[in-house]
């Protein structure tokens, strides 16, 4: 079993729309993670939240934009989409940000119209 | 900042033989190095981690060796199944980085009856 839980799974919308992933863990984790992957690729980081705070961007476009409400939440908030966002979309989460094993959820896969 | 190279990007064996993933690594710094395997559709699923202050660590019909000095390590799969077919991943973290991982690029393992 998944111990984080990203939804949806599936995710289709226009450039114009505004939407948000959702993930979650409670596994007592304080570090949680975004990346993006794409078909055939590694994943890709593009955000590090530590205690609920904002701790690395790496440098990804303002139309994403994260949030974590508490320690087992993590959203990321998406407005104004390129065809080329269109990826799989992974949470992952780790004890804390220092050097730890980090656990991925089964990702949303999204399609920009 | 990091960088890890990973080889071969594919590889085929037949049931029953043996694996070996190669990956080198640029910064002497970092000190962890997990192994994931990813099916088709679904999350990349941590399989095995070895940390710098150790030079081999196996689980069951897997193993990781790392050697420091040339800043190597494998993945050694034996008696590969069917099952085994996935992409694998190797990774490195740097202390201090936020637990960032750097990815290789990926090996396709097809495993043949």
């Known amino acids: 079993d998944t111990e984080v839980t990203q939804t949806p799974k599936h995710l289709v919308m226009g450039m114009t729309n505004k939407k948000s992933l959702k993930c979650e863990q409670h596994?007592?984790?304080?570090?949680m993670y975004w990346y993006k992957q794409k078909a055939k690729k590694p994943p890709e980081l593009m955000f590090v939240y530590s205690y609920e705070k904002l701790s690395i961007n790496e440098s990804v476009p303002s139309r994403f934009s994260p949030e974590c409400p508490n320690s087992s939440l993590l959203n990321l908030h998406l407005h104004a989409l390129q065809p080329e966002d269109s990826a799989l979309y992974l949470c992952?989460?780790?004890?804390?940000?220092?050097?730890?094993?980090?656990?991925f959820g089964d990702g949303t896969r999204l399609s920009i119209l | 900042g990091e960088n890890v190279e990973q080889h071969p990007s594919t590889l085929s064996v037949q049931e029953g033989d043996s694996a070996v993933i190669k990956c080198t690594y640029s910064?002497?710094?970092?000190?962890?190095f997990p192994w994931y395997k990813q099916e088709l559709g679904k999350r990349p699923q941590l399989i095995i981690d070895?940390?710098?202050?150790?030079g081999e660590k196996k689980d069951q019909r897997i193993a990781v060796t790392l050697n420091k000095t040339a800043k190597h390590f494998s993945l050694h799969i034996t008696e590969t199944q069917p099952e085994d077919s996935a992409v694998y991943f190797c990774a490195a973290s740097t202390p201090g980085g936020g637990n960032k991982l750097t990815f290789g690029t990926g090996t396709q393992l097809k495993v043949e009856l």
């Open positions: 910064d002497s710094a970092s000190n962890y």
């Open positions: 992952a989460s780790s004890r804390d940000s220092r050097v730890q094993p980090q656990h």
């Open positions: 596994m007592g984790h304080r570090a």
């Open positions: 070895i940390r710098s202050n150790v």
